[in-house]
């Protein structure tokens, strides 16, 4: 299955303690085989879902003008964003020494929302339900969540490993019906994400800085 010339070998805990969200270091100007990406895809097939359903979609653009579209209303959702209560730099402010790191995170985010219009490929995930229904059970979100994002968090591990760089984003989801229109996804579907994909400048990434782990377990109770 696996035909990437340049693949890079790395270790599972390589793969998955340097899988970036990859947004300065995409390279625009290197064309995406679509074999490759359907490599990623073959090993994202692999991932659980509940009761086995593989109920998943997979929406993958290539063209250039719907790129740009998809693009256009991401830029719009960005500007909210960008001074809203979920950006980075709002995030983590009682540790003083993440200041840099957030600021660098929207930096980065803004390079992205200016440039997405460049990305070669874009792959947005899609499932077979509305989550917005109010027919919709509550309780059955997680698992519809749960039975595709393992499955779209694996094409972004396979990605890594053939040099190609992914980022989850959700911006886009504030236009989603707008979105849905311009790329004919079934009104009756949801998407779940949007993730541009590149080569990467460079395979050299390192592990983010992280939280102690202590800050975040409890064991047996709360």
Known sequence: ??????????????VLTTTRAVRKRLDFERPLDISVIRECLDIALQAPSGSNSQMWQFLLLTDPEKIAGVSTYYREAFEA????????????????????????????????????????AMLIPVMPY?????????????????????AVWSFM?????????TCWTTLHLEHEREVGELLGIPADHSQVALIP????LGTNFKPAPRKALDSALHVDHW
């Open 1 to 14: 299955m696996d035909k990437h010339p340049d693949k890079l070998n790395l270790s599972a805990d390589e």
């Open 81 to 120: 964003y960008e001074t809203g209560p979920s950006r980075p730099t709002a995030q983590h402010t009682e540790d003083p020494d993440m200041g840099a790191t957030q600021q660098r995170v929207l930096d980065s985010a803004r390079y992205l929302a200016d440039n997405l219009h460049r990305v070669p």
């Open 130 to 150: 509305r989550f917005d229904d109010p027919q919709f059970p509550a309780h059955r979100v997680p698992g519809m969540f749960g039975s595709i994002i393992p």
């Open 157 to 165: 591990l396979a990605a890594r490993e053939r040099g190609i760089g």
């Open 197 to 200: 994909m590149a080569y990467t």
